[in-house]
């Protein structure tokens, strides 16, 4: 569809939820997209990038930011805690939260550099085993300890089930939020962020709407 194409719907699901114009946040999905597509998108004018892989990342926006001011980076993928250093320098936002090891390793990376990225907990709404995330049960408890070790959790973030109606779980997210005094909520992709937007989406993650269909070969 493109990046206008994209920004209208998101415009046009912002008046009917009664939102605010501007109110959610689109972040370009361009993992494996090619570095032209990536730079004609920037060129547009869209600054919020989002990336699965810390590796990918570092390889493609240290460019990239020297060229375009106010580029804003959020690692929407699993991270691993070994990568977890690397992802504090280079990422603005963090949405992939999900366990205490590496809540851990993010607070200690906090107190080194006197500061952490935007946090996102990812839930496993779904309760998916492959699929990484707290449990909805759990987030409460798992919110709490990240707080007490002074990490800036500013919202939640979940993914889906596939063959399942993706509104039952943007309420769920919600309601898990509100309950904890979270603003953030990171949902809502291609397929479904109008959805997201009505149920109160800060953050909607959108790739091959705007780029094009990836290709991982």
Known sequence: MGLEDIRARLAKAERAAG???????????SKVQPLERVEAVLEEGQRIFGENKVQEAAGKWPTFRERFAGVELHLIGPLQSNKSRQAVELFDAIHSLDRLRLARRL??????????????????????????????TEADAFVAECRGMDLPVRGLMCIPPVEETPSLHFALLAKIAARNGLSGLSMGMS?????????GATHVRVGSAIFGSRSYS
């Open 19 to 29: 939102r605010a114009p501007g109110s959610v946040t689109l972040i370009a999905v």
């Open 107 to 136: 607070a200690d990376h906090a107190q080194e550099r006197g500061g952490c990225p935007d946090l996102f907990v990812q839930v496993n709404t779904g309760e998916e085993a492959q699929k990484a995330g707290v449990l909805p």
């Open 191 to 199: 397929d479904d962020f109008e959805q997201a937007v009505a149920l």
